[in-house]
């Protein structure tokens, strides 16, 4: 069993910056591929950015490439998520998820069913 933790965000500025963070529990968290989706209201929820196990490989939604960072850290065993130059389109609550098949991060990275473990989400509200 694995839980994950988030915490970070708030109320943010439009153009500002924010770092959300993912606590997780687990022997085993650096063979976990690591992602972050969000949901804004009103949607379903989206794919932001995953980070692989091995090579630290990472990808990113469109949306949000260029101005969000994905990183991990596998000692704390905590998955970070750098935002910067907030819109207020990225208001949203987003979700840290866990995927402990060790599979590549290359197949199916963006899909919600990959991930066997969720957080239960931070809000991020961006203030134009």
């Known amino acids: 069993q694995v839980q994950l933790v988030e915490s970070g965000g708030g109320l943010v500025q439009a153009g500002g910056s924010s770092i959300l963070s993912c606590a997780a529990s687990?022997?085993?968290?650096?063979?976990?591929?690591m992602g972050w989706f969000r949901q804004a209201p009103g949607k379903e929820r989206q794919f932001v950015a995953a980070?692989?196990?091995?090579?630290?490989?990472?990808h990113y939604a469109d949306s949000v490439k260029g101005r969000f960072t994905i990183s991990r850290d596998n000692v704390k065993k905590t998955v970070y998520l750098r935002m910067n130059k907030l819109k207020s389109e990225d208001t949203a609550v987003y979700y840290c998820a866990a995927d402990v098949s060790q599979l590549t991060l290359e197949a199916n990275y963006e899909l919600e069913g990959r991930y066997e473990y969720w957080g239960q989400g931070t809000q991020v509200t961006v203030s134009s």
């Open positions: 687990g022997r085993a968290f650096s063979t976990y591929t």
């Open positions: 980070i692989s196990w091995s090579e630290g490989i990472t």
